[in-house]
C-alpha cells in the first residue's frame, strides 16, 4: 500500500501547491516609461548654470530665469524617471520635493537626483543653496490641429506671411485673427490661427468670436513696450503707469480658445525700460464661452490674466511665471464674471497667484470701460501650486460687489505671506459663501505685502475711504498647516462690517497629529467683530 498512499500524498501536494499559486496574487506589473514632449526653448531664454535635467533618458532644457529657474514638458501614461545633476558636480547634501503632500522621495548619487513620477505634477525641487527648480509637467496635449488645411490660417502662409524675430509681425497676425474668427462665424465652427515655434514680436492683438487661437510648443507671443505698437487701455494710479493689453477680447464676444504649449511673455522689466507701459497679458473681457489650456504666462508687469465682466471661461494647465523683484504682478484676478474655473494651474509671483475681486466705474482699471459693475459669482480654483510674497489664496482686496460663491481646492501653497485669505479692503458689498478646502500651507516666510501680516490665513476687513462691506459663511476645510507663520491668525471685522459665520474643520497646526478643536490652538488669537465661529475636529 506504501506506493499509493506515497502517489495519494504527492497528488495532494499538487493540489495544495496550485490553488497556492493561483490564491497568490501576480507580482505587479512595472510601469511603462510615459511618452514625452519636450518643448524647444527658444534662444532668447538663457539656459539654466546650475541644473541639468533628463526624464527617461532624454534631456529636457533648464531655463535660467529671475528667483527660480524653470523646465517644461508634457507626459502621458506612465511614469517619468527624472534626473537633476548639479552642473557643477559638487555633491548634493539635502533637497525637498513639493508639493510635500506627493510624498516624493528621491536617491542622491553625488551631484544628481533621482525621482519618479506617475502623472503629470507641477513640481518645484530645492536642491542645496541653489535657485529653486519648477519643473512644470504638463498632461500630453489632445487636440492638437494641423499646420494647414480648411480652417486653419497659418501665419507664416500667404497672405500673411509673418517671420519669427525682431520685426513685428503685428498686422499679420490679427489679419489672420480676423479671417479665422469670420471663417468660424461663416461655419458655425471656429477658424484656427496655427503659430509655429519661434520668438513672434507683436502689438497689441484682439481676439474676435468663433476664434481658436493655437500656439504651437515652442512658440513665443513677445511684448516689448514699444508704444508705438500698443493702445493704452487705463493707467495703473498706484504705479503712475499707463497700461495695455496685449491680448484681450473685443467687447460682446463668445466662443473663444487659446490652446497649446507655447508661451505669451511680458518681458518684465525689459519692457518697461522704452516707455513705462505696463502689461496685461490676458484681458478675456465682456465675453462668454472662453477658454485657455496649456499655455505659459511669464514677466508680466501688471495683473498678468484679468478675467473681466465675462462668463463661462475656463482655464486649465496654465503656469504663470513672473519674477519676484517687480511688484502688483498678480497671476489670474478674475473679476466681475460668472461661472469661471481655474484648474491644473501654477502661478509663482510677487504678488498674489491667484485671487478674485469686483470694482466700481471710478476704479482706474475701469475708467475707460463702458458698461455696469458686475457681481461675480461661481469662480471655483481646482488643483494649484501657489509660490508669492503675498497671498497664496485670496478673495479682495476689491469687494465693490458682491462676491459669492468662490471656492479655492486642491491646492499647495509653497511660501507666502498669507497662505489663505480674505482682504475686505475697498467697497460695501459682500463677500459671501467662501470656501478654502483641501489646502497644504508649506512655507509662510514672507511679510514684505502681506500688510504686517505673516500668518497662515488672514480674514479681515479694512476701514477705507472706499466703504466697508461684510464677509459671511467662510469654510475652511482640511487645511494641512506646516508653517504658522510669525503674527496671529486674524479673524477682523470692524464695525458696521462684522465676520460672521465661519467654520474650521479638520485643520491640522504644526506639529500636531489631530486636528484642532480651540482657536489657540489654530494660533488665531486676533479676533475682532466677528461672531458663529465654528470648530469641527
Given amino acids: 500500500m506504501r506506493p499509493l498512499i506515497r502517489n495519494l500524498s504527492m497528488a495532494v501536494v499538487g493540489v495544495l501547491a496550485a490553488a497556492l499559486l493561483v490564491a497568490l496574487p501576480a507580482p505587479a506589473a512595472l510601469a511603462a516609461p510615459a511618452p514625452l514632449d519636450i518643448y524647444p526653448l527658444q534662444s532668447t531664454y538663457p539656459a539654466s548654470p546650475d541644473f541639468a535635467l533628463t526624464v527617461n533618458g532624454q534631456n529636457v532644457p533648464v531655463q535660467d530665469y529671475a528667483g527660480y529657474d524653470i523646465a517644461q514638458f ?16 559638487t555633491n548634493i547634501g539635502s533637497y525637498s520635493i513639493s508639493p510635500l503632500k506627493l510624498g516624493l522621495t ?8 533621482n525621482f519618479t513620477v506617475t502623472k503629470d505634477e507641477y513640481l518645484i525641487v530645492k536642491i542645496d543653496g541653489r535657485p529653486d527648480l519648477v519643473i512644470a509637467i504638463d498632461p500630453l496635449e489632445t487636440g492638437r490641429p494641423a499646420s494647414s488645411g480648411t480652417g486653419i490660417f497659418n501665419v507664416t502662409a500667404a497672405p500673411y506671411s509673418a517671420s519669427p524675430g525682431a520685426q513685428y509681425s503685428t498686422a499679420a497676425f490679427q489679419n489672420a485673427l480676423n479671417d479665422a474668427a469670420a471663417w468660424g462665424s461663416a461655419n458655425a465652427s471656429q477658424g484656427t490661427v496655427y503659430v509655429p515655434a519661434g520668438v513672434w ?16 510648443p515652442g512658440a513665443v507671443l513677445k511684448y516689448t513696450g514699444d508704444r508705438a505698437h500698443y493702445d493704452v487701455h487705463w493707467k495703473k494710479l ?25 508661451i505669451i511673455d511680458g518681458n518684465g522689466m525689459a519692457s518697461l525700460q522704452p516707455a513705462n507701459l505696463g502689461v ?9 464661452q472662453f477658454t485657455v489650456d496649456g499655455i505659459t504666462f511669464r514677466e508680466s508687469s501688471s495683473w498678468a490674466i484679468m478675467p473681466t465682466r465675462s462668463s463661462n471661461m475656463t482655464f486649465r494647465n496654465i503656469k504663470m511665471f513672473n519674477r519676484f523683484d517687480m511688484g502688483e504682478n498678480d497671476g489670474i484676478d478674475v473679476m466681475e464674471s460668472t461661472n469661471v474655473t481655474v484648474t491644473n494651474a501654477m502661478g509663482i509671483g510677487l504678488d498674489d497667484p491667484f485671487s478674485t475681486k469686483t470694482w466700481a466705474n471710478h476704479i482706474d482699471l475701469f475708467k475707460n470701460v463702458p458698461g455696469s459693475p458686475r457681481a461675480l459669482e461661481n469662480v471655483t480654483f481646482d488643483d494649484l501650486v501657489s509660490w508669492t510674497h503675498c497671498y497664496g489664496l485670496k478673495v479682495g482686496q476689491g469687494v465693490f460687489q458682491q462676491q459669492l460663491n468662490v471656492t479655492f481646492r486642491n491646492a499647495t501653497i509653497y511660501d507666502a505671506s498669507v497662505g489663505v485669505g480674505i482682504h475686505h479692503k475697498y467697497g460695501a458689498a459682500g463677500a459671501v ?5 483641501d489646502i497644504d500651507i508649506e512655507r509662510v516666510q514672507h511679510s514684505a505685502c502681506g500688510d504686517g501680516n505673516r500668518t497662515w490665513m488672514a480674514l479681515w476687513t479694512g476701514a477705507t475711504a472706499e466703504g466697508i462691506g461684510p464677509v459671511t459663511d467662510v469654510d475652511l476645510t482640511r487645511i494641512r498647516v506646516r508653517d504658522a507663520g510669525t503674527t496671529p491668525a486674524r479673524i477682523t471685522g470692524v464695525s458696521g462690517a462684522p465676520i460672521t459665520d465661519v467654520k474650521f474643520e479638520a485643520i491640522r497646526m504644526p506639529g500636531s497629529t489631530t486636528t484642532a478643536t480651540t482657536l ?16 469641527v475636529p
Avoid: C, H
Avoid at 508634457?74 to 558636480?89: D, F
Avoid at 489657540?520 to 470648530?535: K, L, R, W
Fill in 280 to 288: 496685461n497679458l490676458l484681458v478675456p473681457i465682456y465675453t462668454d
Fill in 106 to 113: 528621491g536617491s542622491v548619487s553625488g551631484p544628481t537626483l
Fill in 201 to 216: 514680436t507683436l502689438g497689441t492683438l484682439y481676439l474676435r468670436s468663433n476664434l481658436r487661437l493655437y500656439l504651437a
Fill in 520 to 535: 489657540q490652538q489654530m494660533n488665531v488669537t486676533n479676533v475682532t467683530d466677528a461672531s458663529n465661529i465654528q470648530i
Fill in 433 to 437: 459663501s467662501i470656501q478654502f478646502e
Fill in 238 to 262: 498706484s504705479q503712475n503707469r499707463d497700461v495695455t493689453w496685449f491680448l484681450s477680447t473685443r467687447y460682446s464676444t463668445t466662443n473663444i480658445s487659446i490652446t497649446g504649449r507655447g
Fill in 74 to 89: 508634457a507626459m502621458g501614461a506612465g511614469e517619468a524617471a527624472i534626473s537633476i545633476r548639479k552642473v557643477n558636480n
